[in-house]
């Protein structure tokens, strides 16, 4: 499987921006579909947005729809998570995952269709 390193979390303000990057190594990148997931303490890992492979459909969770944006760049093997209008609910801990297999939509949403994830990186959001 392919490894995946996240980078760009911190602590900004309510209502700021934050550019989340997973960079992946060991296969080719191109063949993945990517994925953001986050996990706030005490609660069960949560879809954010993903990113099929070759025709590049997006897939947002619906209470995030509009304030993030998933893109990917394969000629750097990376993925982005643009997020706006950041608010305190957002705080977590963001995953960023990998699988070579063709998802439907419907299972691009469930943490255990994933077969790669990197080690996270926090997100805090003040008031």
């Known amino acids: 499987q392919v490894q995946l390193v996240e980078s760009g979390g911190g602590l900004v303000q309510a209502g700021g921006s934050l550019r989340l990057s997973c960079v992946a190594s060991?296969?080719?990148?191109?063949?993945?579909?990517m994925g953001w997931f986050r996990q706030a303490p005490g609660r069960e890992r949560e879809f954010v947005a993903a990113?099929?492979?070759?025709?590049?459909?997006?897939i947002y969770s619906d209470s995030l729809k509009g304030r993030f944006t998933i893109s990917r760049d394969n000629a750097k093997n990376t993925v982005y998570l643009q997020m706006n209008n950041l608010n305190p609910a957002d705080t977590a801990v963001y995953y960023c995952?990998?699988?070579?297999?063709?998802?439907?939509?419907?299972?691009?949403?469930?943490?255990?269709?994933?077969?790669?994830w990197g080690q996270g990186t926090q997100v805090t959001v003040t008031p």
């Open positions: 060991g296969r080719t990148f191109s063949n993945y579909a």
């Open positions: 990113i099929r492979q070759s025709e590049g459909l997006t």
């Open positions: 995952a990998g699988d070579l297999g063709w998802m439907i939509p419907a299972k691009m949403v469930v943490p255990k269709e994933w077969g790669s």
